[in-house]
């Protein structure tokens, strides 16, 4: 049986693990992102926008983003202390949130380093929970963790939705698979040989 070595970098990292033994996936973790000081304004102002719309639609009796109803006391509780956080609690948030913006790439940290062994390759695939009910998924559709590579594995995390997401750091983001591969050596030649199929490509094979 082959053995995955992991390297924890940060001390809060996870080793990725599997939900069953027989799982492909294992699961990785996110941890906390740098954001810089325009990115922090820039969700600040969101933030702000959203109460003051609910805010104002509240006081003319329909809420608009909840529906037709007006907000219920917790709803407005929620509000109030969104709309009055403390510089002191916006390190707080980002550093316990991973905010990505609607068709926006953000770079998260797993923590930990692997050794693939020679012969195999890392897959970073997407969950299939957040692909599908909120639009997160590698940007690159695939990501690549060759067997040499002995750095900080990431999860360039795209968020395909038109809605601002919102992940906590500790949560579930990818899963890594650990695939066999052929390592073949490429070698130019003059000809290639002779298929039924030739050169047909896109579509050649019908649609039934």
Same mark, same amino acid.
């Given at each position: ?32 992102? $740098?954001? &810089? ?11 702000? #926008?959203?109460? &003051? ?9 329909? &809420? ?10 917790? #709803? ?7 709309? +009055?956080?403390?510089?002191? $609690? ?73 809605? +601002? #997401? ?20 490429? %070698?130019? %030649? $003059?000809?290639?040989? $002779? &298929? ?10 019908? #649609?039934?």
């Amino acid at each position: 049986m082959e053995v995955l070595k992991i390297k924890k970098l940060h001390p809060d990292a996870h080793v990725p693990t599997r939900a069953h033994d027989t799982d492909a996936g294992m699961d990785l973790y996110a941890l906390p992102v $740098e954001y &810089t000081d325009e990115e922090k304004k820039a969700y600040k102002s969101v933030v702000d #926008q959203n109460v &003051t719309a609910a805010k104002f639609l509240d006081l003319f009796g329909g &809420t608009g983003i909840f529906g037709d109803t007006l907000l219920s006391e917790k #709803q407005k509780a929620a509000i109030d202390i969104a709309g +009055n956080l403390t510089d002191s $609690e916006w390190d707080d948030y980002f550093k316990s949130k991973i905010v990505i913006m609607p068709h926006e790439t953000k770079m998260i940290p797993s923590g930990i380093a692997i050794a693939v062994p020679t012969g195999y390759m890392g897959c970073i695939y997407a969950r299939s929970g957040l692909a599908s009910k909120h639009g997160l998924a590698p940007a690159n559709c695939v990501g690549i963790v060759d067997s040499d590579y002995r750095g900080e594995v990431k999860v360039a995390l795209h968020n395909y939705s038109n809605k +601002n #997401q919102v992940i906590d750091v500790g949560e579930r983001i990818a899963q890594l698979v650990i695939q066999p591969i052929s390592l073949c050596t490429p %070698v130019e %030649v $003059e000809e290639l040989d $002779e &298929t039924d199929r030739g050169v047909g490509g896109f579509g050649s094979s019908g #649609q039934k």
